[in-house]
């Protein structure tokens, strides 16, 4: 979503790395390339304007002028303020002291509303809540439907009493408000501790979807109201999120299809302009593509800093900590790395989603963009189909595995023999760095990687010391002249002295300094 904005960023702050002092002219500059890029992102005009004076103050002010990097300063200040404009702080929901706690969505036809709806239960189911859904979406075509699917998929009941309409050539029916008093109670009987409703929505703000909303929300009296918003809208995006204020007072702002590729900055925009927080964030189309948004961890995003803590957490919601007790002890008791821990590690990956979203959170990222979009998340399941091809024994001694062996194998996974090579090989490199690691040893020397024996990486067994060793200097004359003669008569009679013992190595014994060469006690002796 905000990738465009993120290297129009990346690139402005290129520019003031290794400046030991950054004039007002360099300030002026970087503050107007920033402007450019949070117009062309669709940032509100008065939010820009804010943020580019807050920005320019405290660049320059002592907090730069007094920096070793005043550069890395100037991108510290505008993560910062990129933070504030987020809203500050993250926001969790605000549960009620005596259950259920009553969410209810709004927001315009088609921002995802629904969808977002099955994704919250399941977000909430996981954290331990019992969540019921409750169907007031009796306009939009199949709404109540949809709920229904989306409930079954997270496991989470629907309270559904009305079907709604199934066509555009059918009139609204219901009671939306009614629903959602029958739905409560329901949930009171069955002892459900979280109350999640999914109202309509219109193609725009009108009067009707106003007081609709704000009648279901009086109703029920919803401790959180949250404003569902398409993260694709454009400009639109902070009026409408102004008129759903004004109208319903919503508590948070759900911001949704992050993962499109428009520009998306007006979203950035809705806590600054409303002064309500951004609390979610839907990143796809699946049930898990659902995460809190962290003002912090998205500033990071955007800077190009990464978001490592957001990748830990979706680790360790994910990760099978018996699978992974397991391949530790495996790996401390030095046991072959077979194809089936391969299987087992790629399938814990798997569960974490997307490996494009998982590297596009690591810092740096903007770099190999370019290779993320090439990146076929797809192949982990060829890999994985190539392995299931294989026999028990096959996975746990590799080794066996010989040409019809692979012919076999790429039968059964609709896959070239080529391909079923290129696993084998680089499990082969796998392996053998996790033997060598296990061992103590470090990395193994790998091509490509420093000590790996590679042209311009240095040479293994300490080629770089005996480089540095052999563009040694001599050691020059004395400058006494008594001493310089004494130097080179002592010199001469070494030569002499070659000469004589005829050694292979070109040094006598004579030459052989017991106290120079620190040998071990008792080695003199064979100097002599």
Same mark, same amino acid.
């Given at each position: ?346 399938? !814990?990956?798997? *569960? %974490? ?6 590297? =596009?959170? +690591? $810092?740096?990222?903007? &770099? #190999? ?59 082969? !490199?796998?392996? *053998? %760095? ?6 103590? =040893?470090? +990395? $193994?020397?790998?091509? &490509? #990687? ?71 006690? =008792? ?6």
């Amino acid at each position: 979503m905000f990738n465009s904005l993120s290297d129009r960023l990346t690139a402005t702050f290129k520019n003031l790395r290794g400046k030991g002092k950054l004039t007002e002219a360099d300030i002026d500059g970087t503050a107007r390339e920033i402007r450019r890029a949070l117009l062309d992102a669709d940032v509100a005009v008065p939010v820009v304007r804010e943020f580019i004076a807050r920005i320019k103050a405290r660049a320059l002010g002592t907090e730069v002028a007094q920096a070793l990097n005043p550069g890395q300063q100037v991108v510290k200040i505008v993560n910062e303020e990129l933070v504030g404009i987020l809203g500050g702080q993250t926001r969790q929901l605000e549960f009620a002291k005596q259950p259920p706690t009553i969410i209810m969505l709004a927001g315009l036809q088609g921002a995802g509303k629904t969808t977002l709806a099955g994704k919250l239960a399941l977000h909430l189911k996981n954290q331990g809540h019992t969540p019921v859904l409750v169907a007031c979406d009796l306009q939009r075509p199949n709404a109540v439907k949809q709920l229904q699917v989306g409930g079954e998929r997270a496991g989470v009941p629907v309270y559904a009493p009305h079907p709604g309409v199934s066509s555009e050539a059918e009139a609204a029916t219901g009671d939306p408000v009614a629903v959602a008093k029958d739905g409560l109670a329901h949930a009171k009987s069955k002892l459900h501790d979280v109350v999640i409703i999914d109202t309509a929505g219109r193609l725009g703000v009108d009067e009707e979807l106003m007081r609709q909303a704000a009648d279901i929300k009086a109703a029920v009296n919803a401790h959180e109201t949250l404003f569902v918003i398409d993260a694709m809208i454009g400009q639109d995006a902070v009026n409408t999120a102004q008129a759903f204020n004004e109208g319903v007072n919503f508590t948070g702002v759900v911001l949704t299809k992050l993962d499109g590729d428009a520009r998306g900055g007006a979203a950035l925009s809705v806590a600054s302009v409303t002064g309500k927080p951004v609390m979610y964030a839907s990143t796809g189309e699946g049930l898990k593509d659902f995460e809190v948004f962290h003002p912090d961890r998205m500033a990071r995003r955007i800077l190009d800093m990464g978001d490592i803590l957001s990748l830990i957490e979706q680790a360790e919601a994910s990760w099978d900590k018996d699978e992974a007790a397991k391949m530790a002890q495996k790996f401390a008791d030095q046991e072959d790395f077979t194809l089936e821990d391969f299987r087992a590690q790629m399938q !814990q990956i798997k *569960k %974490m989603g997307s490996m494009k979203k998982l590297l =596009g959170m +690591m $810092p740096g990222a903007a &770099g #190999m963009r370019q290779q993320l979009e090439q990146f076929d998340d797809s192949q982990l399941d060829r890999v994985e189909a190539i392995i299931n091809s294989m026999t028990p024994h096959e996975r746990n001694a590799p080794k066996i595995i010989n040409g019809s062996r692979r012919a076999r194998i790429a039968r059964g996974s609709g896959v070239h023999v080529s391909e079923v090579n290129q696993l084998l090989e680089r499990f082969g !490199q796998a392996a *053998k %760095m996790m033997k060598k690691m296990a061992s103590g =040893g470090g +990395m $193994p020397d790998i091509p &490509g #990687m420093p000590g790996g024996g590679m042209p311009g990486m240095g040479a293994p067994g300490g080629g770089r010391k005996k480089a540095k060793a052999k563009g040694k200097k001599p050691k020059g004359k004395s400058g006494n002249p008594a001493k310089a003669a004494q130097q080179a008569r002592e010199a001469e009679l070494r030569r002499g002295q070659k000469q004589m013992d005829g050694s292979s190595f070109g040094a006598g014994a004579a030459d052989l300094n017991a106290e120079e060469l620190n040998l071990p006690k =008792g080695f003199e002796k064979y100097l002599k």
